[in-house]
């Protein structure tokens, strides 16, 4: 099943996102190489596709996993969340319609 993982960053996360962003894109990578993702990416501070020093606010990630409790503790896992970029994640299932 699809589940969409939302997250919410400290305040100025910029540097710490900077700091983990290879091992939390590694992580993404692979489960795209297993078929599993469907769409990630971070929500920008401010309305721009290129925030720049505003840096970001958050992340969405869609992927399939097992069960909600795979999801959570993929999410739980995430270098973001580790490395304390994330001041909040929620977890929950998902229903793709479109495309």
């Known amino acids: 099943m699809l589940y969409a993982i939302l997250s919410t960053d400290v305040e100025d996360s910029l540097a710490l996102r900077q700091r983990h962003r290879p091992a939390h894109l590694e992580r993404l990578r692979s489960l795209q190489e297993e078929g599993r993702l469907v769409l990630a990416g971070p929500h920008p501070a401010i309305d721009s596709p290129d925030p720049g020093p505003a840096g970001y606010n958050g992340s969405l990630v869609?992927?399939?996993?097992?069960?909600?409790?795979?999801?959570?503790?993929?999410?739980?896992?995430?270098?973001?969340?580790?490395?304390?970029?994330?001041?909040e994640v929620l977890v929950k299932p998902f229903k793709q319609v479109l495309p």
Do not use: C, H, N
């Not at 270098?79 to 970029?85: D, E, L, N, T, W």
């Open 62 to 87: 869609v992927a399939e996993f097992a069960s909600l409790d795979a999801a959570k503790a993929w999410a739980a896992a995430d270098p973001y969340k580790q490395g304390g970029v994330y001041a």
